[in-house]
């Protein structure tokens, strides 16, 4: 009896779909189920890959046989068709004997009967805003079937069953879909989070503290990695090195540029050659190994027990001293970026610092850090906070800027990467 027949295949696919197999798995008993109903000698599944493109995704052949998926003779103008018009279509040989070869494109293939259903992933209704809007239906692929020996033709509840199918096949084929990107985004989320940890262990561990000099610092990028880092070199005769780099870029090429940077600069600091001499190795080191839109900013000053503060500064952020009376100046340079240009000089400056004169240096997400209106904190609303603080110790200085930052973004998005060191000199002369 056809009822039961029916009846029978769609409880198989039901008791399929409720033990949730494996994608193949129900895509091969569609197949197979399809051609049962239909009594067509072969069915085809078409399905959309990641871009866009319509591939065979599994041949099945009358009995369980797999078919290979490089066959190419179905009907492609029936295919094309069902895959514009997201209609079914249903040809057997009475119907196209009088039709156009080039209307039907299936005569030269020997084929009496062809059933083509496509494969949509359904319109829902989505909230935009305030709207609620209804999606337009998604093609996924389709569900293509023919014979040569036989002309099938389907009675309503065959149709009727066959759509069903392809509903069920469509909706199984999304959720795995959807299972994949979940799984492919928590993959990388946890890619992401050990990358973080790497890079936050390249930082210092603990900052040193002296009796002469207060340390403090912090990191915070946009993005789980970013492109800016801070480090702290003890140098021979009581001196103090301490960087603060930002890398062009964001995210993982940021990321990992300025571990390569932070590697090659701290390796040839420690042997503390002459700062003009450490600069133009750097430089020619990522030159040479870095693509010509990647270059990275860097200031690097060395503090000694007298106060001396000895500083190179290549394209960063001017930083600013806070003198004990309130007054607050700026540290200029000229400097290009390291990796611009190769065989450039690199010239030193020296100041010195009063006692309990703080330096301040940051990256350009502290005075280019926006609000909601997208204007920028800046150096200017920087400077009149810092004239406030005299007094204040290097950690209470690092943290009541970057709360101010943090209350002038408000609920806007991080969009830089953020550094700032606090460098204070508590020795005498």
């Known amino acids: 009896v056809p009822q039961l027949q029916h009846l029978g295949l769609l409880l198989q696919m039901a008791q399929m779909l409720n033990r949730a197999p494996a994608l193949e798995e129900v895509l091969t008993m569609l197949v197979d189920s399809a051609i049962q109903l239909t009594d067509a000698e072969r069915g085809l599944l078409f399905l959309l890959d990641d871009s866009n493109e319509l591939k065979l995704r599994l041949a099945r052949g009358r009995g369980g046989s797999f078919l290979s998926t490089r066959l190419t003779d179905y009907s492609q103008a029936v295919v094309l068709r069902v895959m514009q018009t997201g209609h079914e279509e249903v040809t057997i040989e009475e119907e196209i004997s009088g039709r156009a070869a080039h209307e039907t494109a299936i005569i030269s293939t020997g084929m009496r009967g062809i059933v083509a259903v496509p494969l949509q992933k359904h319109a829902v209704m989505e909230m935009t805003g305030d709207t609620m809007i209804r999606t337009a239906p998604q093609m996924l692929g389709l569900l293509y079937l023919d014979s ?139 030159c040479e190994r870095t693509p010509p839109e990647m270059f990275a900013t860097i200031f690097y000053g060395v503090l000694d027990r007298s106060g001396i503060f000895n500083w190179v500064n290549a394209g960063h952020a001017s930083p600013m001293i ?76 690092c943290s009541r800027v970057v709360a101010a930052v943090q209350d002038y973004v408000g609920s806007a998005p991080q969009a830089d990467d953020l550094t700032l060191t606090v460098l204070g000199f508590t020795g005498s002369y």
């Open 148 to 286: 040569r020996t036989r002309a099938t033709s389907l009675t309503g509840l065959d149709r009727q069953v066959l759509q069903t199918f392809a509903v069920e096949g469509a909706t199984v084929i999304e959720n795995a879909r959807l299972f994949r990107l979940t799984r492919e985004q928590e993959r990388i989320q946890h890619e992401l989070s050990l990358a973080r940890n790497i890079q936050q262990g390249l930082l210092p561990r603990q900052l040193p503290q002296g009796d002469f000099f207060e340390l403090q610092a912090i990191t915070m990028p946009c993005h789980t990695v970013g492109g800016d880092y801070y480090d702290v070199i003890r140098l021979p005769n009581d001196r103090l090195g301490l960087t603060v780099a930002d890398v062009s870029g964001k995210g993982w090429p940021a990321a990992m540029l300025a571990a390569m940077l932070q590697g090659a600069f701290t390796a040839v600091a420690s042997g503390d050659p002459p700062l003009e001499e450490l600069f133009r190795r750097v430089n020619e080191f990522l």
């Open 322 to 397: 806070l003198e004990p009376d309130g007054s607050v100046r700026q540290l200029d340079s000229s400097n290009f970026p390291l990796g611009f240009f190769p065989r450039v000089p690199f010239a030193v400056e020296s100041c010195q610092l009063a006692l309990g004169s703080h330096v301040l240096i940051f990256s350009d997400g502290v005075t280019e850090a926006q609000d909601a209106s997208a204007e920028l904190f800046g150096e200017a609303r920087l400077k009149t906070l810092l004239e406030g603080l005299a007094g204040h110790s290097s950690r209470e200085l």
